[in-house]
């Protein structure tokens, strides 16, 4: 059976769409706390790791990277963002800041998957989803069990701003998950908030489990915390 994580504040609702194509998914979601909500969906594919970007990772000690098993890759969102907090009320998300694989300043650590990306000003994203809960990101930040892992999920809205949405996992102790959040502007970081998004998953177990039978038939065998913690 599918483990479902429930988080501690506002509600986070996740439903699927499973219509055809069976290839891909639609995650409806809300999440908020602290002054933040994010409200919309995500489009979900089963995803293909990207290559190591160390051409030298074979001959490494660690050897090559990739992505976490049981991810999915998120193509696509839409919805609103809300921040109290830098005066954004229901500003509509305009799209998806796509990755740019790259190495990490500590290219040892073999966790750290091969959909690493930098957005401007430095934080980390790999536009990951995990209908199971994140697994380990890395070996410094080794919490785990939120839908997005801690080096989160990116992207634009109106009024110029760029968010990036991570998962905390779970810092209280095993049940509990959270999130957190940046909010940029002409790559200037406005405001981050730890551990100040909260909700709960919801959805029946048949549910998720309809959504990994769909993607298993494609062959689907197949870690961020802020950029300090990965690359500093």
Partial sequence: MVKLKF??????????????????????????????SVNGSFNVVPNVSPPDPDPACATTATGCRSDPAGAFKITAITGTFS??????????ITGLL???????????DPLIPTSLSFGAGGFTYDNLFFPDGSPI????????????????????TAGGYTVNLWGDGDLHGPGTTAYGIDVLKNSVLLSTSFDGLNGGAVPEPSTWMLMLMAFAGLGLGLRRRRAVHVVA
Avoid: E, K
């Fill in 7 to 36: 988080l501690t504040a506002a509600a986070f609702v996740a439903t699927l769409g499973l219509g055809a194509p069976a290839h891909a998914a639609t995650v409806q979601f809300s999440i908020g706390g602290a002054g933040y």
């Fill in 83 to 92: 921040d109290a907090g830098d005066g954004i009320s229901n500003a509509a």
């Fill in 98 to 108: 796509p990755i740019s694989p790259a190495l990490p300043q500590d290219p040892t």
């Fill in 137 to 156: 990101d890395c070996t410094t930040f080794p919490f785990t069990g939120t839908i997005i892992d801690d080096y989160g999920a990116a992207f634009t």
